[in-house]
């Protein structure tokens, strides 16, 4: 009964530590990009607009985390949210649907968030609904791009500017773990 329990506890250790060792191979990259929705009153046509470049410094990022790009298992978005800038007073109550994508150099262009059939909640930020989606060979670029696809249903009365916040969790080995 004592090696048995003895025995339980060893594996109960094991695959503990396991796990735990598992997320400190694990850290969040934030970045950040912008766009803006231009005043319009053409409605129910979808628009897509594109963002700059965004620089993702990757590599002195996987090295602040003790690990390199050859050491990426996997990267994911975590969460993406979008926060009116300009006007001080505006919200999104003229979106009816927005699609977010990504795109790299020598990569397809991806789809990696959306909200469909937004409420008028008078809201100035917006938690879209992340796709499950591999996005390791994006983020090793030096940079990347968004497309974000909407479609409005109100007339806009003036230039919307978009703060884009991302949050990609990384899984890594960390030296060598």
């Known amino acids: 009964m004592k ?4 025995l339980l506890s060893v594996v109960f250790a094991v695959l503990f530590s396991c796990s735990v060792l598992d997320e400190l191979t694990k850290f969040d990259l934030d970045l950040q990009t912008r766009y ?11 628009a897509s607009l594109a963002t700059p470049d965004v620089t993702t410094e990757s590599e002195s ?13 996997s990267i994911k978005l975590k ?7 300009t006007p001080e007073d505006g919200n999104f109550n003229f979106l009816k649907e927005i699609h977010v994508y990504i795109e790299a150099d020598g990569l397809d262009e ?13 809201s100035s930020a917006l938690d879209l609904d992340v796709l499950d989606q591999e996005l390791k060979a994006y983020i090793k670029k030096d940079s990347y791009s968004l497309r974000v ?9 003036e230039t919307h500017e978009i703060i884009i916040d991302t949050k990609f969790r ?3 080995k960390i030296l060598g773990l």
């Open 61 to 73: 990022t996987f090295e602040n985390n003790n690990t390199n790009k050859d050491l990426i298992e």
């Open 110 to 122: 991806l789809e990696i968030a959306n909200m469909y059939d937004l409420e008028n909640t008078n």
């Open 36 to 46: 803006s929705i231009p005043a319009s009153t053409i409605v129910n046509v979808p």
């Open 170 to 172: 990384v899984d890594a």
């Open 149 to 157: 696809k909407t479609t409005i249903d109100e007339t806009v009365s």
């Open 3 to 6: 090696k048995n329990l003895l």
């Open 79 to 85: 969460n993406i949210k979008l926060s009116i800038e």
